[in-house]
């Protein structure tokens, strides 16, 4: 079992940044961390993931301004959001892909809003 907890998010200004830490604990091999997020009436969309090898991916729609990265020492995985627009307005969930059966666990997520 591997439980997730999430930090940061609220309310920022466009244009302005804001930095969302996920800690994972548990005795499970953490492969793969990340960030889905989720708007209002839309279904959940990854923004970013990580490998345990460090190898990331992104979104097109976050591509030159998010930046997830990972301490492997805290388990902690982190998504650094800069240049944030309106539409980047979601709930933001944490993932992890862990353990010999690759199981997926998600965080309880995080409320980002920004104002235009």
């Known amino acids: 079992q591997v439980q997730l907890v999430e930090s940061g998010g609220g309310l920022v200004e466009t244009g302005g940044s804001q930095r969302l830490s996920c800690a994972a604990s548990?005795?499970?091999?953490?492969?793969?961390m990340g960030w889905y997020r989720q708007a209002p009436g839309k279904q959940r969309e990854l923004v970013a993931s990580?490998?345990?090898?460090?190898?990331?991916n992104y979104a097109d729609f976050v591509k030159g301004r998010f930046t997830i990265s990972r301490e492997n020492a805290k388990s902690t995985v982190y998504l650094q959001m800069n240049s944030l627009k309106p539409e980047d307005t979601a709930v933001y969930y944490c993932?992890?892909?862990?353990?010999?059966?690759?199981?997926?666990?998600w965080g309880q997520g995080t409320q980002v809003t920004v104002s235009s």
């Open positions: 993932y992890v892909v862990a353990g010999r059966t690759r199981t997926k666990y």
């Open positions: 548990g005795s499970a091999f953490i492969d793969v």
């Open positions: 990580i490998t345990s090898g460090g190898t990331t």
